[in-house]
Each structure stands twice: as C-alpha cells, then as structure tokens.
C-alpha cells in the first residue's frame, strides 16, 4: 500500500518530479537527486515497503523483479562490463535515510571497499 507522506510513494504516484528511466506494474527506477557516481540510479518497489528489514518470505518476487531490473539498467547504462555497485542501505545502522525499499545501483567509477 502506498503511505501519503513517503518521499519515493509520492516519487511513484508523480506528486514529485524524478527523472524515471524505468518502469513497469511492480518496478520504478529512476535518478538519484544527489549522485555519488557517474551513474546513480535508485530501483523501487511501487508498494510501499520500508526496507529489506521489513520483507516477509513472500516477497522473493518482489526481490527478483527489483535485482533483474537493476541488471538490466547496468547494461543499458554500459557499466555490466567494468563493474559496479549494487548497495540496499537497511535501517539506521544501514545508513538508511528513505524508508521506502530501494536498491542503488552505482558505477562509471572504481568503487572503494570497505564502505564507510
Ligand atoms: P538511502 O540513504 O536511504 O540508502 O538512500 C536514499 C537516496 O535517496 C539518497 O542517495 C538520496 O540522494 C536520494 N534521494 C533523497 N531524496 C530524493 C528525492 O527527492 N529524489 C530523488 N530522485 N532521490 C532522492
Ligand atoms: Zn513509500
């Protein structure tokens, strides 16, 4: 279900404006506000789901959907070849700072190890 005052619901329902590069009946993907790579793309879920930290044994779909769908970004994006990140922030320890399940999908530049 969707929540009226999350940032990334508000993203899918268009009540803000992102520059979408991907989406379909379960899946939105689209640019990071703020990059921290050449290529910086966020991969949702249109359900709202806090995190990783609240997925059930039902959700492997879901899961499947948003990794494939990365995947296929990184070769549109030309980056499946010289590598790249595939990073989930999951709760506060995490670094998570939207509580909307995402999945960032970072490259076009080495990637340090490990994260800070
Ligand atoms: P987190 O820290 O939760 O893993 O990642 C949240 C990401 O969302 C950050 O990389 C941040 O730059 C991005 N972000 C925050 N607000 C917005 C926004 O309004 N629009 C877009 N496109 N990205 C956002
Ligand atoms: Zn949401």
Same mark, same amino acid.
């Given at each position: 279900?969707?929540?009226?005052?999350?940032?990334?619901?508000?993203?899918?329902?268009?009540?803000?404006?992102?520059?979408?590069?991907?989406?379909?009946?379960?899946?939105?993907?689209?640019?990071?506000?703020?990059?921290?790579?050449?290529?910086?793309? $966020? &991969?949702?879920?249109?359900?709202?789901?806090?995190?990783?930290? *609240?997925? %059930?044994? @039902?959700? #492997?779909? $879901? &899961?499947?959907?948003?990794?494939?769908?990365?995947?296929?970004? *990184?070769? %549109?994006? @030309?980056? #499946?070849?010289?590598?790249?990140?595939?990073?989930?922030?999951?709760?506060?320890?995490?670094?998570?700072?939207?509580?909307?399940?995402?999945?960032?999908?970072?490259?076009?530049?080495?990637?340090?190890?490990?994260?800070?």
């Amino acid at each position: 279900m969707s929540d009226p005052i999350c940032l990334f619901c508000r993203i899918i329902r268009r009540e803000l404006p992102a520059t979408v590069v991907y989406e379909d009946d379960e899946v939105l993907a689209f640019q990071d506000i703020a990059p921290k790579a050449p290529v910086h793309l $966020l &991969i949702v879920p249109k359900r709202h789901v806090e995190g990783l930290q *609240a997925l %059930e044994d @039902g959700d #492997a779909g $879901l &899961i499947g959907s948003l990794f494939a769908c990365l995947t296929r970004l *990184a070769r %549109e994006r @030309g980056v #499946a070849r010289s590598g790249y990140r595939a990073v989930v922030n999951a709760g506060a320890d995490g670094g998570q700072s939207v509580l909307h399940l995402h999945l960032h999908l970072l490259g076009g530049r080495p990637m340090d190890w490990p994260p800070g």
